[in-house]
Structures are given as C-alpha cells and as structure tokens.
C-alpha cells in the first residue's frame, strides 16, 4: 500500500500574498489536489503570516474532505488558534522568522517541557500531535515519551545531500528513524524537500505512511498548466477585438 500523500498548499499562497490579491486561493487548490486523490491538505501558518493566513485555515477546515494538517510553532498563539480552528492534526515544527523554509526538526529533548504543555492542550481538544524531527533516535524517543502520536521525518538532509554517498547515509537515517519510531507504536510520516527525483526511495520504506509535500508540487502544477494559462489570455484578447469589430464595424 502506497503512503497517504498530504499535499501543502503554502505555496499557493505564497503567489497569492506576493500581490495581496485574492487568487491564487490555496482552498481552491485543496480541493483541486483532494480530487486528484490527495489524502491530507498540510498547511503552515507561520507566525509571520508570509503565507498562508488564518482565513485560509477557517475555510479549509470547513471545506476539505479528506484531512487537515496544521503545521505550526508550539507557541501559545498558535495552540489557542488550533484549538479555535480543530484540524485532524497538528505537526509541530520550529519556526524562525528568517529563514526561508523550515531549516530543520524540533529539538524535542531540549524543550520538553514546553513541547508537553502544548501536545496536552491540543490533545485534550482531541487533536492529533506530530512532531517534525530530524531523523535522529534520541528526538524519536523523546517525541514518543512526551505521548505525541505520530512523528514527522525531515528529509531536507536527504534531499540537499549531493553525493550518492551522503544521500545513501541519509536515507538509512530516516529507514532507522523510521523503524523506531514505528516499533514504539508512533505513526511516521516524512516530509521536506521532496520532489519527482527523490521521493521513491523515500516511499520505500514500510513504516512511512504518509509524506507530506508541496513545493515540487506547486512549482508542476504551474509549468503544467503555463500552456493553458498562455491560450486562455491570447483568447481573450482575440475575443476583445472579435467583439469591437462586431460592434463598431473596426
Ligand atoms: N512537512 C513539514 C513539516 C514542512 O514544514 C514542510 C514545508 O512547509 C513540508 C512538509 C513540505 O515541504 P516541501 O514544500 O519542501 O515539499
């Protein structure tokens, strides 16, 4: 069985807040990957709002089919808006302002204490904890003491690394991890850098049930659909000047 593919829509929003339009609208491409057969929309709404924004998470609470994963800081902000908006799940991941993408897992074993406060508020709003980690034994333990249901794999080493050699030692990290993780009964999902290159070796492994990607995807989705979109405004151009000869005889 294939793992459940969430798709991210971030990126949707990114275009979308480059203008401050109202299109592209990451809730319409949700519900274009869910009939696509996306299993899961994953969004991240980063304390910075450089992206999505919470209007994005009210609408797609109410309108994605299948299954939301929340990507957000454990900072007490962001706990009450999870408990306010009640996505399936919530990924925990670090978040610094400057970077341009999460550069890398939550360090579970030194922030116990504030991770726990956060999965038990969001546990007793019956939501469901991931932590997004490095592929690394100790944050594996430390996620599945602190109780969180399921951990999340940064395969962002794998997918930078540049040698076979590196990228082969990368992935025994996250097969380890994995592995572990799976045998004290967390879920494990992976996700980060992933694209139409790299992903197979990654989907490989049994105890991965679900990645979570979007860059790849938004970034071919838009080459895809460059065609359509080029012909679509020649046409109403054409159409312009159809219509000013049918009206004004020039
Ligand atoms: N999983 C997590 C926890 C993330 O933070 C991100 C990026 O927001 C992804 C998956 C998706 O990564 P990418 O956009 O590189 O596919």
């Known amino acids: 069985m294939r793992p459940r593919l ?15 339009t109202a299109y592209p609208d990451p809730v319409e491409a949700a519900l274009v990957a869910e009939r696509a057969g996306a299993d899961q929309i994953t969004v991240h709404l980063r304390e910075d709002r450089r992206h999505i924004q919470e209007r994005d998470v009210d609408i797609l609470r109410r309108v994605v089919k299948t299954e939301l994963n929340l990507e957000m800081a454990a900072s007490q902000e962001m706990v009450s808006l999870a408990l306010k908006y009640s996505p399936d799940t919530v990924t925990l991941v670090p978040e610094r302002r400057e970077e341009l993408t999460t550069e890398g897992g939550l360090d579970v074993v030194q922030n116990r204490e504030s991770l726990q406060r956060a999965i038990r508020l969001l546990q007793d709003g019956n939501i469901r904890v991931s932590m997004f980690i490095d592929p690394d034994l100790d944050q594996v333990r430390a996620s599945h003491k602190l109780d969180a249901h399921a951990i999340e794999i940064h395969t962002g080493r794998y997918a930078e690394a540049r040698s076979f050699k590196e990228r082969s030692e990368e992935l025994g990290r996250i097969r380890d991890a994995a592995k572990a993780a799976a045998k004290l009964g967390l879920g494990v999902a992976a996700g980060h850098g992933l694209h139409y290159d790299n992903t197979i070796p990654v989907a490989r492994i049994t105890e991965i049930v679900e990645l979570n990607i979007g860059h790849a995807i938004v970034a071919r989705a838009m080459l895809s659909g460059m065609e359509v979109a080029v012909r679509d405004m020649i046409a109403q151009m ?13």
């Open 6 to 20: 969430g798709v991210n829509v971030d990126h949707i929003a990114t275009i979308r807040q480059a203008r401050r």
């Open 238 to 250: 054409r159409e312009a000047r159809a219509d000013l000869v049918r009206t004004t005889g020039r």
